[in-house]
């Protein structure tokens, strides 16, 4: 059975783990929050009465499947609920390519294979996922388990990724759709669209978000669970609006603003799929093509951009870790780089 003990310390509180099964060694982890100790020790105990190694002892002659379980124990089951599905996918993909094999036996020729292999049947994006949780394994595995090993992901080839879609709404394309959304037999639709526009929220960022997380005189959305590192995500004055016009009275800080409370865990998973038939529908009846919800957060950041607002603080807003990803819409800028240029015309004349 596992036991978990709340400890404070210096720096905080942090919970302890221990779980004692009949005929297994002791184990014992330390988290610093209780729903992450909680999840180990389900998953530890999950293993272990399947027969899974988990062990404090690494093997040097460790096998493929068994680094493999340890890894998703110790790593992927501390991520949030969608990385941790998507890589267990991942997962089962290199369990069966590398079933029977050893772990210092993995070279690049078998990676490489590997790779030529899921090519024939998904795309680069899912083959780079499968290839990146491999590579990370192990660094783990050198880095954790004290395994001398060489990655054999590091010298292969990675499938190239296809070059990324930017499509944007016009401003009259923006206008009619939000118009259709009005109609929408999902009554949220349209303040929801309108949010995303307004901020560069992603899809599940808007979708999720309870009232708590909105300050409304400070004009800020606090993002405190999302795809990378939290932030705050300023407010214009029309959304601030759109929001005041569906906060309820009494306002509970932990109720959903656009979900309603009785949605399915599949639902609180991807929030946005509450969303994607009603936006479907209204994009298919405003005769819009190749739209989908995502460009709804593209078509924001590159109408900031347009508007003056610098890379630095675009990233900021819409959450990005590294510089490369708002690159993809500065050719935007091309004709207001044009029209600066033309301003010293006469310049020697």
Known sequence: ???????????????????????????????????????WAED???LIRSGGHVSGDIPDDMTFVKALDRYELDVSSLKRPNTKARERTSANQLRENFAGLKLKDITPALVAAFRDKRMQSVGPSTIQKDLALLSHLFTVANAEWALDLKNPVATIRKPAMPDSRLRLLSKDEARHLLEISKKSRN??????????????????????????????????????????RPRRVPLTIKAIELLLEIMPEPCEKN????????????????????FRRAFENAVK???????????????????????????????????HSTMQMVQRYTHLLDDHKLKAIDRIEQLGR
Not at 2 to 28: D, F, M, N, Q, W
Not at 197 to 217: F, K, N
Not at 296 to 303: F, G, N, P, Q, V
């Open 1 to 39: 059975m596992a036991s978990i003990t709340k400890r404070k310390r210096k720096k905080g509180v942090v919970y302890k783990v221990e779980i004692r099964l009949l005929g297994h060694p002791c184990l014992s982890q330390t988290f610093d929050r209780l729903s992450d100790a909680q999840r």
């Open 44 to 46: 530890t105990e999950a």
């Open 187 to 228: 009554k949220n639709l349209y303040h929801y669209m309108q949010l995303l526009l307004h901020t560069g929220m992603r899809p599940s960022e808007g979708a999720s978000l309870t009232w708590g997380q909105i300050d409304v005189d400070a004009r800020i959305i606090d993002l405190t669970i999302t795809k990378t």
């Open 255 to 274: 109720k959903f603003v656009f979900l309603p409370e009785n949605c399915s865990d599949i639902i609180r998973r991807r929030p946005n799929l509450f």
């Open 285 to 319: 009846k405003a005769n819009i093509e190749d739209f989908h919800m995502h460009d709804l957060r593209h078509t924001s950041a590159s109408y900031l951009l347009m508007a003056g607002v610098d890379l630095r603080t675009l990233a900021d807003i819409l959450g």
